[in-house]
């Protein structure tokens, strides 16, 4: 008889889960994502159910990779907000299986997994197509995947400079408070943007924040935020100036405001460029269009597991 599920939640989650073996495996997962090998990996374009009376959507994200043995499915719901809601706007679970039983291994804690697996991608980004000389940051927003994303690309980068909007001046000072390293609040997004290197976008809003006019030519753009086919986070200014890259492309067409409704060409996907298919082409403007797909979480998920499992079988 199979085991009984056993739930790891959000301590534990945040002490078994480290950037440095995230990082890796999930550049590797990429790659093998963009084989379309479906003995690597099955994972169709999420589910995304409707909740409009409380102004969200459940995604449900099921992923299968045969050759690594894990069969994951996460629930993330999305939410509008107002400002100053306590609520979250992101909420998931993270659902482990034994492919062979179909059996729950595992019940997880999303939150986590979803800060850290988004702003691991997008760091893994701009590690492929940033210009190498990169010495200023922008991050837009303040939020949860604000923080995930200062961590790791703090981690893994020594930029001389880290700024950050929001739009309210008092939030993005209180958000600097709790970070430990130098960072500037800006009061304009173009005063954030102006002359950046990287600029990250994981803002929660609908419209375009980030114009093309105010972003350096050759600066890379991690675009995080605006994941509903009607929201926008880029003009098009940009994402027609840019060379567009993105997770899925499928993922893309189906959901992204700022591919579908600028019309632009998607140029590749992360792990074309991991696989070595397509150029990383460094010296352009480049954005990347995250969405978010399962096997980042099946990823972290497998990962915690086995780390649980030979954490309880030490005891
Ligand atoms: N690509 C991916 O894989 C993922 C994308 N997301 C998306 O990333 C975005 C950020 O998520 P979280 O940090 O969890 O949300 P959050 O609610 O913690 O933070 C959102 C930030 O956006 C700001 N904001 C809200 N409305 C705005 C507007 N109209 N203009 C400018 N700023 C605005 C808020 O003040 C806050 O700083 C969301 O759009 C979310 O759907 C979240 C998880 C994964
Ligand atoms: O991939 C993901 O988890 C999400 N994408 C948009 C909101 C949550």
Not at 150 to 175: D, G, H, L, P, Q
Not at 178 to 195: F, I, N, Q
């Amino acid at each position: 008889m199979a085991e009984p599920p056993v739930i790891i939640w959000r301590e534990e989650v945040e002490e078994l889960l480290l950037y440095r073996d995230l990082v890796p495996l999930l550049e590797e997962a990429l790659g093998k994502f963009s084989t379309r090998d479906t003995e690597e990996v099955i994972q169709p374009v999420r589910t995304a159910v409707p909740l409009s009376k409380h102004s969200g959507f459940m995604l449900l994200m099921p992923t299968y990779m045969e050759k690594d043995a894990v069969l994951c499915t996460k629930f993330v719901c999305m939410y509008k907000r107002e400002e100053g809601s306590t609520l979250p706007a992101v909420n998931a679970t993270v659902v482990l299986l034994d492919p062979e039983r179909g059996n729950v291994k595992a019940v997880m804690d999303g939150e986590v997994i979803t800060a850290m697996r988004t702003a691991a991608v997008s760091a893994i980004s701009s590690k492929l197509l940033m210009d190498p000389g990169a010495e200023v940051l922008t991050i837009l927003g303040t939020g949860t995947q604000a923080l995930s994303h200062y961590n790791v690309f703090t981690e893994m980068f020594s930029f001389k400079e880290v700024r950050v909007w929001s739009r309210s001046i008092e939030r993005a000072e209180s958000f600097v408070r709790s970070l430990k390293g130098p960072v500037t609040v800006s009061s304009s997004v173009e005063e954030a943007v102006r002359g950046a290197d990287v600029i990250v976008t994981v803002t929660r809003c609908t419209e375009p924040v980030l114009m093309g006019r105010w972003v350096k030519p050759g600066a890379h753009v991690a675009a995080v935020g605006a994941c509903r086919p009607d929201s926008r986070e880029l003009d098009d200014t940009l994402m027609k100036e840019a060379v567009v890259y993105v997770d899925s492309r499928e993922g893309a067409m189906a959901e992204s405001g700022d591919v579908i409704l600028s019309g632009v060409k998607i140029f590749a996907e992360l792990g074309d460029v991991i696989n070595r298919v397509k150029p990383a082409l460094r010296n352009k403007t480049t954005v990347f269009k995250s969405l978010g797909m399962g096997i980042e979480d099946a990823v972290p998920a497998k990962l915690i597991f086995d780390k649980w499992k030979a954490k309880s079988s030490s005891l």
